[in-house]
């Protein structure tokens, strides 16, 4: 069974910072791209981040480089999202997702079609 299950999220202080995770099974992990998406509430789900699982490429939403980093355990088959100087618009249900390789362009905007397997989120809320 494919699960993806992520954690790590919470309530913080503006310019405070969260680790999300993303645990990962029931598939070959190093074979797919996983992203971060987030949805907050009355707006579309959007793409946060991506990397690839073999060779670490990573994308970058405008609106979090600089503040968020992405990266993989493969030996754990985890990616991580180390958000810091969190403000309150980044407060969501953040999501990871997990596409093939072959189908994921990781050197771009990360988009809800190319993702196979989804995570049940968690909650990210940052406080002004």
């Known amino acids: 069974e494919v699960q993806l299950v992520e954690s790590g999220g919470g309530l913080v202080q503006a310019g405070g910072s969260l680790r999300l995770s993303c645990a990962a099974s029931g598939f070959t992990f190093d074979d797919y791209a996983i992203g971060w998406f987030r949805q907050a509430p009355g707006k579309e789900r959007e793409g946060v981040s991506c990397?690839?699982?073999?060779?670490?490429?990573?994308y970058y939403a405008d609106s979090v480089k600089g503040r968020f980093t992405i990266s993989s355990d493969n030996a754990k088959n985890t990616v991580y999202l180390q958000m810091n100087s969190l403000k309150p618009e980044d407060t969501a249900v953040y999501y990871c997702?997990?596409?093939?390789?072959?189908?994921?362009?990781?050197?771009?905007?990360?988009?809800?079609?190319?993702?196979?397997?989804w995570g049940q989120g968690t909650q990210v809320t940052v406080s002004s």
């Open positions: 990397i690839s699982s073999s060779d670490g490429s990573t």
């Open positions: 997702a997990a596409g093939h390789n072959t189908i994921v362009v990781v050197t771009t905007t990360p988009r809800l079609y190319e993702y196979d397997y």
